[in-house]
């Protein structure tokens, strides 16, 4: 891994985190956090979440951000080592959101992909959509981090945000550093389990890091595999097959091996491929589920390290703040 000072990547607190979520993004934040102790910074983005009429619920966000900063933490982030937070919580994200509005052109926002994609979808577009990117380069540069883990999708965002790091240090002297994204090469872009789109929260088709095993099992029983394999004995093509793929993120290289040429021979049928699958699944969220399970019955310990976090956070944040003020001119007495 390359060399990196300081980290920040975000979740956002729409629905349950999936294994899309798990494999593209949290599997590196929590190697990184090993590496970089407390200057890795991960935060549960509960102002993004506000951006999806479909998904925020004010009744349910206090429950998602919760349950999003337990299924980090069970799935190995260590509060103790690494700065856990939620966004809200500090609050000069927005601000620093705001002065970076003034200085992005419109064009560059009604341009991204995620904003056509998701605002395709709605009836009326809240005007907190367009600036999406926006808050997440104020999330990112607060903190004057280099790097940002992150799933493919989100390449084209933050290189909105390097483009935002440079207009600013442009105008104002040089301020931040422009983030580079870091992908985990072999998971950049999950699938759902609907075999077509992104797997993601907000379409629905996900597998989800605390699902129940039963459910998880009928949901990778009724997946799309391979649509030339009609019958038990036609041969498939492993690589036009979503549970080969899935197989690729859980099995050892002997079993993708033996899956594979099984799929091309027809020696293996589809149930048996999905159910060896399913057990190498199981032995990688099983004990994420048990962790998740403890802290569930010790609440108190996901509220503690969320305050401990956005007391660390928010000192750096307010220094940044700062120095910003200062450089685009606001007045003091
Ligand atoms: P939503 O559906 O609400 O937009 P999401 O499921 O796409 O949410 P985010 O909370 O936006 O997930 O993303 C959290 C992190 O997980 C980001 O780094 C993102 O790039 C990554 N990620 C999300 N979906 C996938 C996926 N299918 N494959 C790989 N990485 C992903």
């Known amino acids: 891994m390359r060399a990196m000072k300081r980290v920040l990547s975000g979740i956002q607190p729409t629905g349950a985190i999936h294994i899309g979520n798990y494999l593209g993004a949290i599997k590196q934040w929590v190697e990184i956090g090993e590496r970089l102790g407390k200057d890795a910074l991960f935060c549960i983005v509960d102002y993004h979440a506000l951006t999806n009429p479909d998904a925020y619920d004010p009744e349910r966000l206090p429950q998602r951000t919760f ?32 002065i970076f509005t003034t200085q992005t052109p419109v064009g560059d926002l009604t341009r ?19 600036m999406y990117p926006v808050l997440q380069a104020a999330d990112i ?23 935002i790091a440079r207009r600013f240090n442009h105008a104002f002297g040089d301020t931040f550093p422009e983030p580079k994204a870091l992908l985990n090469p072999k998971a950049p872009r999950v699938p759902g389990i ?20 039963k459910s998880i099992w009928e949901k990778l029983r009724a997946a799309p595999t391979d649509p030339a394999r009609v019958r038990r004995n ?10 080969f793929k899935y197989h690729t993120y859980f099995s050892p290289p002997e079993v993708q091996e033996a899956v594979a040429e099984g799929c091309r021979t027809a020696g293996i049928g589809c149930v048996d491929c999905k159910k060896l ?23 108190e310990v996901v509220e503690a390290a969320l305050e401990d976090g956005a007391r660390r956070a928010r000192a750096i944040a307010q220094e940044t703040m700062h120095e910003v003020r200062v450089k685009i001119g606001l007045y003091k007495p």
Not at 194 to 213: F, H, Q, R, W, Y
């Open 141 to 163: 540069l607060i903190y004057k981090a280099d790097t940002v883990p992150v799933g493919e999708d989100q390449l084209q965002h933050l290189e909105l945000t390097r483009e």
């Open 194 to 213: 609907d075999g077509a789109a992104k797997m993601s929260k907000s379409v629905g088709n996900t597998i989800e890091l605390l699902e129940e095993p």
């Open 234 to 243: 036609d041969p498939g093509d492993p690589s036009r097959c979503l549970i």
């Open 67 to 98: 349950e999003a900063a337990l299924a980090n933490m069970a799935a190995g982030l260590d509060p103790e080592k690494i700065t856990l937070f939620v966004q809200s919580h500090v609050p000069e994200h927005t601000e620093l959101s705001w």
């Open 277 to 299: 699958l399913f057990d190498r699944m199981m032995e990688v969220l099983g004990p994420i589920q048990e962790r998740a399970a403890e802290l569930r019955q010790n609440p």
């Open 112 to 130: 991204m992909t995620q904003y056509k994609d998701k605002s395709a979808k709605l009836k009326s577009v809240p005007a907190g959509l367009l």
